[in-house]
Structure formats: structure tokens, C-alpha cells
Antibody, heavy 119, light 106 residues
Framework: QVQLVQSGAEVKKPGASVKVSCKASGYTFTGYYMHWVRQAPGQGLEWMGRINPNSGGTNYAQKFQGRVTMTRDTSISTAYMELSRLRSDDTAVYYC????????????WGQGTLVTVSS | DIQMTQSPSSLSASVGDRVTITCQASQDISNYLNWYQQKPGKAPKLLIYDASNLETGVPSRFSGSGSGTDFTFTISSLQPEDIATYYCQQYDNLPAFGGGTKVEIK
């Protein structure tokens, strides 16, 4: 069965960087885009970007351009999202989500990783 | 960027009621519109993809319709377990989510 398992919660200081991992299993990792979506406390869902695990090609939301880097390691079927120059308003739960085959939804999601930015 | 306007932002309905949520895109997105359910502390769950297709395992009381810029999500008979926040999401080029609709029981 398809599973996306994310790394654990992080606490960071303003100005630092955080790297969240998403380990995929149960399907061909290189076959489907992986998205990153975040949710600040009490707020809605915000799309951050996506990576093509096959080519490594990325697309980022304009809001995060220059601060976010998405990478992958195909040998261990893991996607990464690194966010730099953290601010307090980056405090959020970060999710990875798989692109649905042959359609436009995101059909499998990781459990989420809470990133807290606090001095 | 394509903007998604979802309404209402919250609603209260009785068990058994028909519930309708709308989502409007700032430009034509064909049928590239999905609906998700999110319960507190949980990851979103895909319910409807490509405007009107029910994801496997999702109860048939959930449905979606629309194309172009105007879309509708319906729960035909609200159940207590449907209490959640619902989001639309477009995927015409790059994804974007609507603001969400919190559904409560009256």
C-alpha cells in the first residue's frame, strides 16, 4: 500500500533553515510528482511547490521562490523540502502529497511535520 | 496566478440536510478541480477529483459538479462524521487551494 512517512517535528530559531523529509513506499517513486503543502495554525492549505522525482525538476509557488528548495534521493525513495531564512509566520504543519496518476488530485498525503519557529 | 474563491467560509446544518459549497476560479480551469476533506489534526483526504469523479472508497453522498470557472460540492445527506473543513483545489497549471469551508452540525 502507498505510504508517505515524514520526518519528525522541528523547532527552529528565526533566520535558520529546516529540511523536512518524506519517504515514499508502495509505488514507483519516480513515477509521480510530489507536492509540498503547508498549513499555519488555524489557517487553510497553502501549496508550496512540487518536484518531479524522475528528473528532479521543480516548480515553486511565487511566494516561496528563493527560500524553498525541493530535492529527492531516488535511491531511498525520499523527497525533501528545505525552507531557509525562517520567520515566525513559517510556523506550520508541512505535508508532502503525491500527484494522482492520470488525474489532477493529490491522492496520498504524509502525516505532516510541525515546524515551529520561535526565538 | 489563478485565484480560488470558496464560499461559504463556514456553515451549520442538521443531520440529514443537503449541504452545498461553491468554488469559483478567476479563469477557466476546465474540469481541473478537486475537493478535499480535512478533520482536525489530520492530513487532507481527497474526495472528488477532476470536478465530478468520486475517489475510491468515498461514500456516494459526496458529489461534485461544474466546469470552467464555477464548481459545486454537495453532501446529499449530512452525517455526524462529515464534520470537517472542506477545500477546493485547482490544478490547471500549478495548484492552488480555496480558503476552506468549515462544516458544523446545528
Amino acid at each position: 500500500q502507498v505510504q508517505l512517512v515524514q520526518s519528525g517535528a522541528e523547532v527552529k530559531k528565526p533566520g535558520a533553515s529546516v529540511k523536512v523529509s518524506c519517504k515514499a513506499s508502495g509505488y514507483t517513486f519516480t513515477g509521480y510528482y510530489m507536492h509540498w503543502v503547508r498549513q499555519a495554525p488555524g489557517q487553510g492549505l497553502e501549496w508550496m511547490g512540487r518536484i518531479n522525482p524522475n528528473s528532479g525538476g521543480t516548480n515553486y509557488a511565487q511566494k516561496f521562490q528563493g527560500r524553498v528548495t525541493m530535492t529527492r534521493d531516488t535511491s531511498i525513495s525520499t523527497a525533501y523540502m528545505e525552507l531557509s531564512r525562517l520567520r515566525s509566520d513559517d510556523t506550520a504543519v508541512y505535508y508532502c502529497a503525491r500527484d494522482m496518476p492520470g488525474a489532477t488530485g493529490m491522492d496520498y498525503w504524509g502525516q505532516g511535520t510541525l515546524v515551529t519557529v520561535s526565538s | 496566478d489563478i485565484q480560488m474563491t470558496q464560499s461559504p467560509s463556514s456553515l451549520s446544518a442538521s443531520v440529514g440536510d443537503r449541504v452545498t459549497i461553491t468554488c469559483q476560479a478567476s479563469q477557466d480551469i476546465s474540469n481541473y478541480l478537486n475537493w478535499y476533506q480535512q478533520k482536525p489534526g489530520k492530513a487532507p483526504k481527497l474526495l472528488i477529483y477532476d470536478a465530478s469523479n468520486l475517489e475510491t472508497g468515498v461514500p456516494s453522498r459526496f458529489s461534485g459538479s461544474g466546469s470552467g470557472t464555477d464548481f459545486t460540492f454537495t453532501i446529499s445527506s449530512l452525517q455526524p462524521e462529515d464534520i470537517a473543513t472542506y477545500y477546493c483545489q485547482q490544478y490547471d497549471n500549478l495548484p492552488a487551494f480555496g480558503g476552506g469551508t468549515k462544516v458544523e452540525i446545528k
